[in-house]
């Protein structure tokens, strides 16, 4: 089998994610059973929040409360769905739940929106001090402070957060954020100077690169920002709108720096385990800044759920994160690596041409950009337009220049795969050679070439020891497996094809020419019964037309009857 089950998202920014069907709309209350009744909402709540689908859950909880007004339970979901949707019946359920410690905190957001820092200041202040809150609970207290014009007051509470073992770097930026918006450039200086930079990340490198360009270093500045794009290649596509940004302070109101607060302390929860409260701290950091474009970008990565590869996305997910990114206005420095990340949603929502329009936008405004030219190869071979990617390919690879970098085994290999998709193996096979001999170790490359000589009854030794090698990189790959089986099978040697197939069925259940191969090595074995079952289970995992044809032909040829 030429394929196994890969699908790959090139660099940070195109968030990795399995192509899925079925695509939703954004968050609605559509769709869900039984909300005619109070109950009835109450349960269509609870199972939109079982959907990862908070929006839908917070309308529900507002018509069940419409008829029990006072129910502290459906008070307290209601509110937690509403925040965690950013839906605005959160500001209005905060005040029937006193002691909620998001309540409060949502109840200080509003009043620091309003300009009144006072009444912030009391809010923040009876948060209780363990947990989140008391991670939360200086930063917020001191940038009111500041929004009192009590810059030092600010300063000197967050100086004795330094050592905190975990999050002292976080006190530590904020207290320069604070000093830096205040005008206090000799405080600035000496606590951006103890900023932990050991691992860049984009918002930090905007902050950075910002104050030292207001200092007049523009030589620093620019270093920072190429050292951010030497470690995310991706976000090359985000340089000249840094570069043109750099003399724009990233805080400027103490509303701002509350955001800003909520933001590193969301960037710094990077465990799967952590999402929801992630989830919290970037929805507060947008009531504070709505057009905070780096909470925008965090959100949707965790909507997703991208940093733990074994979930699969739902479109509700996907929906949910694709309105996240949507208000980021092509002015903001971040807007080109946004809408790569949309292109990446749109295409795995099964809307190959709104996706591939937005990265023709950007590859307009980037000429020449490999990422952005091979990621609408992509989308478009994802979605069987083979014919239109092949150009996006070939571009990609032009750009690249000589000589030619490792990692461009993968343009050659997915234009390979277009060029023998459109039944020109006689061009797809150098583009796989260049692949491998790019990058030799490859399974996917090595499995594609084997099984590939195989069907053209070419090269069967190479193929063979080919597939060995994929399997002894991918023991694990069903498709690997398969295609190693295969060439067995058409060597003669079925004994150890049917074993190999076995392997390969468990692997990869649900795959139907992994099915079809093996009810292929039942026949050849004499067992008549067991290869109709597998070419009958093959069919009922929906081939596509032309594998569905051959198994029909299959069963026809040898039965007499059709399906």
Same mark, same amino acid.
């Given at each position: ?8 998202? @090139? ?10 069907a ?26 939109a929040a ?14 069940a ?7 502290q339970?459906?008070? *307290? =979901?209601?509110?937690?769905?509403s ?8 500001? /209005? ?16 957001n ?22 989140l ?9 001191a940038?009111?402070?500041?929004? =009192? ?6 300063l000197t509470?967050l ?31 000496q606590?951006?100077?103890n $900023? ?6 984009l918002?930090?490198a905007?902050?950075?690169? #910002?104050?030292?360009?207001r ?31 750099l ?9 701002d ?16 385990? =952590?999402?929801?409260?992630r ?7 947008? /009531?504070m ?6 909470? @925008?970008?965090?959100?949707?990565n ?9 979930l699969?996305?739902?479109? $509700?997910?996907? #929906? ?48 020449g ?21 092949l150009?996006?390919?070939t ?15 993968s343009?050659?290999f997915? @234009?390979?795969?277009?060029?023998? /998709?459109?039944?020109?193996?006689a *061009?797809a096979?150098p ?11 490859q ?5 594609? $070439? ?7 009854? =070419? ?8 597939? /060995?090698?994929?399997? #002894? ?5 069903g ?20 074993a ?8 990869s259940?649900?795959?139907?020419e ?6 292929d090595?039942f ?15 093959a ?7 032309k594998?569905?044809?051959e ?7 040898h ?5």
């Amino acid at each position: 089998m030429k394929m196994s089950s890969l699908f790959g998202c @090139r660099g940070a920014v195109a968030v990795c994610i399995t192509l899925s069907a079925c695509a939703a709309g954004p968050s609605g209350a559509t769709g869900y059973p039984g909300a005619g009744s109070t109950y009835g909402a109450f349960l269509a709540a609870r199972y939109a929040a079982s959907q990862s689908d908070p929006a839908a859950a917070a309308k529900f909880y507002t018509r069940a409360l419409q008829n029990d007004e006072n129910n502290q339970e459906l008070i *307290a =979901e209601g509110f937690l769905a509403s925040v965690l949707s950013g839906s605005p019946e959160a500001s /209005q359920l905060a005040p029937k739940l006193p002691g909620n410690t998001l309540a409060t905190l949502l109840l200080g957001n509003q009043a620091a929106v309003a300009g009144n820092f006072d009444q912030a200041k009391q809010i923040f202040q009876t948060l209780p001090q363990d947990n989140l809150a008391g991670l939360i609970k200086p930063l917020l207290f001191a940038w009111a402070q500041l929004g =009192e014009g009590n810059e030092q007051a600010a300063l000197t509470g967050l100086g004795s957060h330094f050592t905190d073992p975990e999050f002292g770097p976080v006190y530590v930026l904020n207290a320069a954020l604070i000093a830096d918006a205040a005008g206090d450039t000799p405080s600035a200086t000496q606590l951006y100077a103890n $900023v932990d930079t050991s691992q860049p990340n984009l918002r930090l490198a905007q902050i950075l690169a #910002s104050w030292y360009a207001r200092q007049g270093q523009m030589a620093q500045a620019n270093a920072t920002l190429n050292t951010l794009i030497t470690t995310h290649p991706d976000l090359q596509i985000a340089l000249p709108q840094l570069q043109a940004q750099l003399a724009k302070p990233v805080i400027t109101t103490a509303a701002d720096g509350m955001a800003e607060a909520y933001l590193t302390l969301a960037g710094s929860l990077n465990q799967p385990q =952590e999402a929801f409260l992630r989830t919290v701290l970037l929805r507060f950091a947008l /009531q504070m800044r709505p057009d905070l474009a780096a909470a @925008r970008l965090l959100l949707a990565n965790t909507q997703i759920g991208a940093d733990d590869p074994s979930l699969t996305p739902t479109p $509700v997910e996907m #929906s949910n994160a694709l309105a996240t990114l949507q208000p980021i206005q092509k002015t903001d420095p971040l807007y080109a690596p946004a809408s790569v990340q949309e292109a990446t949603l749109l295409a795995a929502l099964k809307q190959p041409e709104q996706a591939v329009a937005l990265l023709q936008d950007l590859i307009t405004a980037n000429p020449g950009n490999p990422g952005l030219l091979s990621a609408a190869g992509d989308v478009l071979r994802n979605s069987n337009q083979c014919p239109a990617a092949l150009p996006y390919y070939t571009q990609a690879i032009g750009a690249i220049g000589q000589p030619l970098p490792p990692e461009a085994w993968s343009l050659f290999f997915d @234009r390979g795969i277009c060029e023998d /998709q459109t039944n020109n193996w006689a *061009a797809a096979e150098p583009d796989m050679l260049q692949a491998l001999k790019l990058s030799p170790n490859q399974p996917y490359v090595l499995n594609y $070439v084997g099984y590939s000589w195989a069907l053209h009854d =070419e090269k069967l030794p190479e193929a063979k020891a080919m597939l /060995q090698r994929a399997v #002894s990189l991918d023991p694990n790959d069903g498709a690997v497996i398969d295609s190693l089986g295969f060439i067995e099978l058409k060597q003669g040697n079925t004994k150890g094809a049917l074993a190999l197939l076995t392997q390969a069925v468990q692997l990869s259940a649900d795959d139907p020419e992994v099915n079809g191969h093996l009810g292929d090595a039942f026949w050849q074995n004499g067992q008549k019964l067991q290869a109709a079952y597998q070419w009958q289970r093959a069919l009922s995992l929906h081939p596509d037309p032309k594998l569905a044809a051959e198994l029909n032909s299959k069963i026809q040829q040898h039965f007499g009857t059709p399906p």
